[in-house]
Every structure is written in structure tokens, then in C-alpha cells.
């Protein structure tokens, strides 16, 4: 009897585990690996870093990126949850340890969700400028 007590209440337990998958998936997709060609990942940032570019790079990030990725690149934004893919945080290692180039790849590229740059009439230097200011969520 203890046998068939086990056979019935394992597919229960598995519905159960399912369930509470599907509720913490909250219908996301994950990100799937960004491949940039090295060639692109390399490419230096002609742009300096300093108050005037984040300066710039932070009313360009309000304007163009804040509603999805957040006020402060977590992910958070107003329009974050209509989206169908996850999205990065920009404070972790992971984000920050890639190339300026990379970023600015994605950036100018786009893909799935995210449109180019170039969609958005968003010239290359104020990309940069945005890459210099994205580079501040990283020093929390």
C-alpha cells in the first residue's frame, strides 16, 4: 500500500514543481548569448570620459534607454515588464567587464527588442557618450 501511496503522490509533487517553475519564469525569455565579432569588441572608445561626455550620455540614456533598462541600468525600467526577453544589469562585473567596443556594438547593432542606434537617429559619438555614462553603474 506504501508503494502505491509513493506512485501516486510523485506525478502530484512534479505538477506542483512545474507550477512553481513557471510562476518564478514569469514568462521571460533569458537573454541569449550576445556574440560581437572581435574585430568590433576591440575598438577603442575615442570619446573621453569626463563630465562633459557622462553629462551628455546621461540625458541620452533618459531619453533612449531609462524606460526599458531603468534609471540606473538594472533592468527596472517603466517598460521593462511589457518586454518578452530579460534584461541585463548593467552594475554587475559581468556587464561592466566587457569592452567598450562591445557596447558599443550592441548599441549601434541592436537586436530582438532592442533597436539600433541608428534607428533611433542616435549619432556614434553620443553612443560613446552613453557608453562613458553606463560605465558609472558599475561604481556603486
Known sequence: MKNATKIMVAPVLGALAIGLMAFAYQG???????????????????????????DVGRDLWGKYCKSCHGKMGEGDGSKAEELKTELSDFTQAKFQGQSDGALFYKITKGRDEMPSSHKKNIEDEDVWNIINFVRSFGKK
Do not use: L, M
Open 28 to 54: 521571460k525569455a533569458p537573454s541569449k548569448e550576445w556574440v560581437v565579432p572581435a574585430a568590433d569588441a576591440q575598438k577603442k572608445n575615442p570619446t573621453k570620459a569626463d563630465k562633459a561626455s557622462t
